[in-house]
């Protein structure tokens, strides 16, 4: 590590729980954000995803060295974790700190821009179902129930065997393109019941066409669930990259992500647990300040729980 | 020089509903494999014309079918069966332009303020949208100007309105398009007492205003009395008594109609009154009992086997009165 990461890392971690508390100040003047911030796992997990954001983004300034480069694959491989290599060196050599900060980048945006896919795609497959009924909803459901049992590996693993190898955008699209069915059903419920709501038949009485009634009525009133199953979703689009590219067909080595860091650490982990710990922790503490965000987003945006 | 355009024929109402009908398919019993239940019958076989810029009250309890007859009209709800004839055009036989341009005469208010407006939209955005969509010239503020309420509450979202204010807006949504015809669905029903005539007098106004036409949805003689020309009532899908206001009023010729009569509180105390409480339940509208489907209930003295076996048709009683009643003792009235 260099006197610039540390100082950066330093910035970050400073930085992210700045965030946290300027949120938290914000929130006191709104009832909403007040019930967001009285979930106590909500602030961490804002603190831990901001934390991981800042590293993402800042991978260059916080990363010694280049995640790719073997510095010397005979003497520094498998090196413990120390002041000179934080997370310590993997089986190649390489800086696991480095790789971690540039492994949050490909992860963390394919779990963001993955879930976008998702979360879009099912919003509209959902409302369209959910507006237009009969036949519309009968097929698209229908359709719903089969991507809910396709194994989604498999569909991958369709994709891989058709173009060989999918850059980081293809992986991106096959795997938003995967997720978006529970996303699909979840709004079709809510668009269901709203679409008896008097406000929407009204916009259909003065002659609204109906995209227009989906999107600037229906679903702008379907927010709070599209966001908390957003949330719920980038955790599941990066547990899904992970587990591909532990599985070889995920993001290309030598590109470093959590799932790949897993997979090159898994042959040395008792000699050298630290290549595969921290990536996986990572992982996991993602997920779990995702769900704790969820939920405090889920109350936050309960409009039972509005004053009146 | 241009010939002035014809005068519309006097006797043509701007409202012509024939025989509408509205069943609601029930779900079959076991998850759709077993015997079919019988469909609900919302609306069952209903008639009225409404002539240009006069006020038709419709009346009847909870689940009688009123707002089911105002949204099939509008075409909010496919109608299972009947024609509505809105300036001689079958309303039902449009295509989807003609549709949207008639969306433009035919506008509805609704019951209840807090479900009718867009939560996430502010008053502004709620009257302009329809301003936009059919490139009228009108504005948001006219409209406001027109309902009674402040510019201030262009940029206030609903949950910043009383049910009264919200109630305003509802209607000036409604006005925004200039339409002929609205279908007020209880439009006060949901209001305190206080705002409820505030309310009324605005429809009122409106209406001579810009010579509007109406049908006034009301659970109670009592809402519709100063604001109807004709009241029609409704039981269990179907117009029981159909009649001037004046008329219904002062003789009902059926024994529901009285009954509700009786629940209307007499402005003069002094009045003597024999409140008619009704026994029972209204039937499911699924399974309406055979002959007069009021049977039941009836508390009228003369009733016998006839009501049990026969449908009374809706028949004009004195003949050539214009006040129709479906009852087989509508000659002889309940006191
Ligand atoms: N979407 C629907 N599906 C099935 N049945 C329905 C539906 N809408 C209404 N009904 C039934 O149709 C009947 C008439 O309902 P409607 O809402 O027209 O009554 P209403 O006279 O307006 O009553 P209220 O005074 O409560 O508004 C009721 O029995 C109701 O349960
Ligand atoms: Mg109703």
Redesign the interface.
């Known amino acids: 590590m260099t006197f610039g990461s540390w100082l950066a890392l330093v910035v970050a971690i400073v930085l992210s729980a700045e965030v946290v508390r300027w949120l938290r100040h914000r929130a006191l003047r709104h009832e909403r954000w007040r019930r967001f911030f009285r979930h106590p796992t909500a602030a961490w997990g804002c603190g831990i995803l901001t934390f991981l954001i800042i590293v993402a983004i800042a991978a260059p300034l916080v990363a010694p060295l280049d995640p790719i480069v073997q510095p010397d694959p005979v003497r520094l491989k498998n090196h413990a974790p120390s002041l000179t290599f934080l997370m310590g060196t993997d089986v190649f050599s390489r800086d696991v700190w480095s790789r971690f900060a540039y492994g949050a980048r490909v992860s963390l945006g394919i779990g963001a821009l993955g879930a976008l896919i998702a979360v879009s795609l099912g919003s509209c497959v959902g409302a369209v179902a959910g507006y237009y009924r009969r036949w519309v909803d009968a097929i698209l459901m229908r359709g719903v129930d089969i991507g809910l049992a396709l194994p989604r590996i498999f569909i991958v693993l369709m994709a891989v065997a058709l173009w060989d190898r999918l850059s980081f955008a293809w992986l991106t699209l096959v795997i938003g393109l995967t997720s978006w069915f529970a996303t699909s059903r979840l709004v079709r419920a809510e668009v269901l019941a709203l679409r008896e709501?008097?406000?929407v038949?009204?916009?259909?009485?003065?002659?609204?066409?109906s995209s227009?009634v989906i999107f600037?009525?229906v679903l702008?009133?379907a927010?709070a669930p599209i966001i908390v199953s957003a949330a719920l979703s980038v955790g599941n689009v990066l547990l899904l990259e992970a587990s591909l590219s532990f599985l070889g067909i995920g993001v290309a080595p030598p590109r470093p992500s959590w799932g790949n860091m897993i997979a090159d650490g898994a042959v040395t982990i008792y000699t050298a647990p630290w290549t595969t710990l921290f990536a996986g922790l990572a992982i996991s503490l993602v997920v779990m300040s995702l769900n704790a965000v969820a939920d405090g987003l889920r109350d936050a945006l309960d409009?039972r729980q509005?004053p009146? | 020089m241009t010939a002035p355009p014809a005068p519309p024929p006097v006797a043509a109402p701007l409202v012509d509903v024939r025989d509408l009908v509205k069943h609601y398919a029930a779900e079959r019993r076991w998850f759709g494999l077993g015997r079919p239940r019988p469909p609900v019958r919302a609306v069952d076989g209903v008639s009225f014309t409404i002539p240009s810029g006069r006020t038709l009250g419709l009346v009847g309890e909870s689940g009688s079918g009123k707002t089911t007859v105002g949204?099939t009209m509008?075409r909010?709800q496919e109608a299972t069966g009947g024609r509505v004839l809105f300036e001689g055009r079958d309303v039902f036989a449009l295509d989807s332009r003609a549709?949207?341009a008639l969306?433009?005469r035919?506008?509805?208010v609704?019951?209840?303020p807090y479900?009718?407006?867009?939560?996430?939209?502010t008053v502004q955005e709620t009257l302009r949208?329809?301003l936009e969509?059919?490139g009228l010239a009108g504005t948001v503020a006219a409209l406001l100007d027109e309902v009674g309420l402040d510019a201030v509450f262009a940029k206030r979202y609903p949950?910043e309105l009383s049910g009264g204010q919200r109630q305003r807006v509802?209607i000036a949504?409604a006005l925004?398009?200039e339409p002929q015809f609205i279908v007020c669905d209880e439009p006060v029903s949901a209001l305190d007492v206080s705002v409820q005539a505030q309310v009324l007098n605005l429809l009122a106004d409106l209406q001579a205003r810009r010579r509007l036409t109406y049908l006034f949805i009301a659970h109670d003689l009592a809402v519709v009395r100063h604001i109807a020309d004709d009241v029609a009532v409704m039981y269990l899908g179907k117009i029981v008594e159909r009649a001037p206001a004046a008329e219904i009023y002062a003789l009902p010729r059926h024994p529901y109609t009285r009954a509700l009569l009786s629940a209307v509180p007499e402005p003069d105390p002094k009045a003597k009154k024999n409140r008619i409480v009704l026994s029972g339940d209204v039937p499911s509208p699924a399974m309406p009992p055979p002959g007069c489907p009021f049977h039941p209930r009836c508390p009228h003295p003369l009733k016998s086997a006839r009501c049990r076996t026969e449908v009374p048709p809706l028949r004009e009683v004195p003949a050539g009165s214009g006040h129709l009643a479906a009852c087989h003792y509508a000659e002889q009235p309940m006191k």
């Open positions: 709501r008097d406000f038949v009204a916009a259909r009485a003065l002659g609204v066409p227009r600037g009525h702008p009133n927010a409009p509005d009146a | 949204r509008l909010l549709l949207r969306r433009r035919m506008q509805i609704f019951q209840d479900s009718s407006l867009n939560p996430r939209m949208e329809p969509i059919h949950h509802g949504r925004s398009v």
